[in-house]
């Protein structure tokens, strides 16, 4: 009898939202990239390549990513929006703008470069990536709530399309580097439309007691925007909003886009000018348990060109072209982490026993769980098992009790030591938020095609990790 079925007897402390697996051996498709399987012997497969033989050769722990899901990812999004946004349909079009910080690598910035994307940046060393790959400054957009002079300089020499100003002294600063220079920078301004919004829920108030934009309540985004029009420096191109992140609820971006345009509105008849763009942000959700239930592409993009039309129409002014700003979307599906088990431990717990699988990373490759509360799954990755399904905790190896991977997940019960545990959707905010807690260096990121398998991200190594450190020069020897 499974042991969910079984009540007190077998109680288990699995989530109620968690399915008791069918089969504990099977992928859930939608949690994997396109070209990940498993096969018969239950080994995970990218592209044909068994993880088993990338473990043995490059080391665990490592990230995959599925080149082709992320290309093809990234030009679903570029294509669909696009449609809907249509000049056909009565729109102006749109572009989509990859965040480049849920995760950036001068591949990556090809990648999207490539699909037609544009990308988004928000300080000097994503841009110095962006640059590197050869993306040409008119595809990139700068954000950031408090870029230095040296950023925004930079900004200007590689001629970014869209500096996005976030406060009334970057208006000052970025006035002034850029009349130093005899120039005129691009400016679309971010403003605080009192929506935030987070997976299922958004809120809208008047006021936003939060660190980025412009608030719209509070008349700063006016202020703002009169300077930037009446500046000879500055030129007001349009307008950004972005209002959070692993969004399910398209209600919340159709709110702030009505009131982004409705503050376009006013603008364009207070100064008699026309901004031709409106920046609606990313956030878009995705799915990384059986619990989530992303809004599909096409009907957010169907849905935000409708509210779009709408308002523009009722409030009698042009239509703006676009655009989007999807990082988590595009890349986080892509990527699959795998790591090798080196301990594994039954507990006891309130409502019955628990295994910790504990596994060579940790919150150093993947702090979402810790940080956010985030819930990921896995699987076995070396082979089927025929042990009945047992709830596991998958933690890595740093020195803090929250450091978890997988909260919550089934697997076989007889997970052991050596084998291999595979988690889906590690593309975003994971190998970006690295660090080196409890000095271990950081996984590299390996890009696998079907007749190529190549690192993107070189695994660090401890010579590169002690860099910093001078007394580490002689390479650890004591001296
Ligand atoms: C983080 C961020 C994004 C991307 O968010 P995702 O959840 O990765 O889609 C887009 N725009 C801005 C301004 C951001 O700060």
């Given at each position: 009898?499974?042991?969910?079925?079984?009540?007190?007897?077998?109680?288990?402390?699995?989530?109620?939202?968690?399915?008791?697996?069918?089969?504990?051996?099977?992928?859930?498709?939608?949690?994997?990239?396109?070209?990940v399987?498993?096969?018969?012997?239950?080994v995970l497969t990218i592209a044909g390549h068994p993880v088993t033989e990338l473990a043995e050769q490059y080391g665990t722990p490592t990230l995959v990513m599925d080149?082709?899901?992320?290309?093809?990812?990234?030009?679903?999004?570029?294509?669909?929006?696009?449609?809907?946004?249509?000049?056909?349909?009565?729109?102006?079009?749109?572009?989509?703008?990859?965040?480049?910080?849920?995760?950036?690598?001068?591949?990556?910035?090809?990648?999207?470069?490539?699909?037609?994307?544009?990308?988004?940046?928000?300080?000097?060393?994503?841009?110095?990536?962006?640059?590197?790959?050869?993306?040409?400054?008119?595809?990139?957009?700068?954000?950031?709530?408090?870029?230095?002079?040296?950023?925004?300089?930079?900004?200007?020499?590689?001629?970014?399309?869209?500096?996005?100003?976030?406060?009334?002294?970057?208006?000052?600063?970025?006035?002034?580097?850029?009349?130093?220079?005899?120039?005129?920078?691009?400016?679309?301004?971010?403003?605080?439309?009192?929506?935030?919004?987070?997976?299922?829920?958004?809120?809208?108030?008047?006021?936003?007691?939060?660190?980025?934009?412009?608030?719209?309540?509070?008349?700063?985004?006016?202020?703002?925007?009169?300077?930037?029009?009446?500046?000879?420096?500055?030129?007001?191109?349009?307008?950004?909003?972005?209002?959070?992140?692993?969004?399910?609820?398209?209600?919340?971006?159709?709110?702030?886009?009505?009131?982004?345009?409705?503050?376009?509105?006013?603008?364009?008849?207070?100064?008699?000018?026309?901004?031709?763009?409106?920046?609606?942000?990313?956030?878009?959700?995705?799915?990384?348990?059986?619990?989530?239930?992303?809004?599909?592409?096409?009907?957010?993009?169907?849905?935000?060109?409708?509210?779009?039309?709408?308002?523009?129409?009722?409030?009698?002014?042009?239509?703006?072209?676009?655009?989007?700003?999807?990082?988590?979307?595009?890349?986080?599906?892509?990527?699959f982490t795998f790591y090798e088990?080196?301990?594994?431990?039954?507990?006891?717990?309130?409502?019955?026993?628990?295994?910790?699988?504990?596994?060579?990373?940790?919150?150093?490759?993947?702090?979402?769980?810790?940080?956010?509360?985030?819930?990921?799954?896995?699987?076995?990755a070396n082979?089927?098992?025929?042990?009945?399904?047992?709830?596991?905790?998958?933690?890595?190896?740093?020195?803090?009790?929250?450091?978890?991977?997988?909260?919550?997940?089934?697997?076989?019960?007889?997970?052991?030591?050596?084998?291999l545990?595979a988690?889906?959707?590690?593309?975003?905010?994971?190998?970006?938020?690295?660090?080196?807690?409890?000095?271990?260096?950081?996984p590299g990121v390996l890009a696998v095609?079907?007749?190529?398998v190549e690192w993107?991200?070189?695994p660090?190594?401890?010579?590169?990790?002690?860099?910093?450190?001078?007394?580490?020069?002689?390479?650890?020897?004591?001296?």
């Amino acid at each position: 009898m499974p042991a969910h079925i079984a009540g007190t007897l077998h109680a288990t402390p699995a989530p109620v939202w968690l399915p008791y697996p069918d089969d504990v051996n099977a992928l859930l498709p939608s949690l994997w990239s396109d070209n990940v399987t498993k096969n018969s012997d239950g080994v995970l497969t990218i592209a044909g390549h068994p993880v088993t033989e990338l473990a043995e050769q490059y080391g665990t722990p490592t990230l995959v990513m599925d080149v082709d899901d992320f290309r093809s990812r990234a030009e679903t999004y570029l294509s669909t929006f696009s449609n809907a946004f249509s000049v056909e349909k009565g729109l102006a079009g749109a572009d989509v703008f990859y965040a480049g910080k849920a995760f950036l690598c001068t591949a990556v910035a090809r990648w999207v470069h490539d699909a037609g994307l544009g990308l988004d940046t928000c300080s000097l060393g994503e841009m110095m990536i962006a640059r590197a790959a050869g993306v040409p400054g008119d595809r990139v957009g700068l954000h950031g709530n408090n870029k230095s002079a040296a950023e925004l300089e930079y900004a200007l020499d590689y001629g970014v399309s869209r500096i996005f100003v976030d406060s009334l002294d970057e208006v000052a600063r970025l006035e002034s580097i850029a009349a130093a220079r005899g120039t005129v920078a691009p400016v679309m301004l971010r403003v605080t439309v009192g929506v935030e919004a987070h997976t299922h829920d958004f809120i809208a108030t008047a006021h936003e007691d939060q660190k980025f934009g412009l608030s719209l309540a509070d008349g700063t985004a006016a202020a703002a925007a009169r300077l930037v029009a009446e500046s000879e420096h500055l030129r007001l191109d349009g307008l950004h909003s972005h209002i959070g992140s692993q969004i399910f609820d398209i209600s919340g971006f159709q709110v702030a886009a009505a009131r982004v345009l409705a503050f376009r509105a006013e603008i364009m008849g207070e100064h008699g000018i026309d901004l031709p763009d409106v920046d609606l942000g990313g956030g878009f959700g995705i799915r990384y348990t059986s619990q989530d239930t992303p809004i599909p592409v096409a009907e957010m993009a169907e849905e935000l060109a409708s509210v779009v039309a709408k308002e523009c129409r009722g409030l009698g002014t042009s239509v703006p072209r676009i655009s989007i700003e999807p990082g988590r979307a595009i890349v986080s599906p892509a990527v699959f982490t795998f790591y090798e088990v080196g301990t594994v431990k039954q507990v006891s717990t309130d409502s019955g026993p628990r295994t910790y699988v504990a596994v060579d990373g940790g919150m150093s490759d993947n702090i979402r769980t810790a940080l956010y509360d985030a819930d990921y799954s896995c699987t076995l990755a070396n082979r089927n098992s025929s042990a009945e399904p047992a709830i596991v905790r998958v933690v890595g190896k740093h020195c803090e009790s929250g450091d978890i991977i997988v909260r919550d997940e089934y697997m076989g019960a007889d997970v052991t030591v050596g084998d291999l545990v595979a988690v889906p959707t590690t593309g975003a905010y994971c190998r970006s938020l690295s660090n080196n807690y409890n000095h271990l260096p950081r996984p590299g990121v390996l890009a696998v095609e079907a007749d190529r398998v190549e690192w993107i991200v070189t695994p660090e190594d401890h010579t590169q990790m002690f860099a910093t450190d001078p007394g580490m020069a002689g390479g650890g020897e004591p001296n």
